[in-house]
């Protein structure tokens, strides 16, 4: 499984995150015209930190959480859950690359001047990427 796609699946393993925002409403990239609420995973940055004699890597890989809602007290209690859920989480990768350690690394609201929330929160990947 690629990276945004554990993710996904990680998002949506978690009863009590999908009750407040389900699995369908999390999109990479914006959404297709989305009604809110709905959350987006986007700003993938990435870098090679280091490279090994067998060809692996570690990379440190950041990408963000935007949670947009109508209401501040959803936005929030989403946001909430999330953080719960990704902080220290351990994602499933594909074939022999693992993820290493995910952690929160920032997180910010703000109101948009046409009146809906947004949550975002940074997270920060280790990956551990095979030679092979």
């Not at 440190?60 to 859920?85: D, K, N, W, Y």
């Amino acid at each position: 499984m690629k990276l945004a796609e554990a993710i996904h699946a990680h998002w949506a393993g978690a009863a009590e995150l999908t009750a407040l925002l389900p699995a369908a409403r999390f999109f990479t990239g914006a959404p297709p015209a989305a009604e809110l609420p709905w959350a987006s995973l986007t700003g993938w940055r990435g870098e090679v930190v280091e490279r090994f004699h067998d060809g692996s890597s570690v990379e440190r890989v950041e990408a963000t959480l935007e949670i947009h809602s109508a209401q501040f007290h959803h936005a929030c209690a989403t946001a909430q859950s999330a953080r719960r859920r990704f902080d220290r989480a351990a994602l499933a990768l594909e074939g022999s690359d693992r993820a290493l350690a995910c952690r929160v690394a920032a997180e910010d609201a703000r109101c948009e001047r046409w009146g809906h929330w947004v949550f975002a929160i940074v997270l920060e990947v280790i990956v551990h990427r095979s030679g092979a």
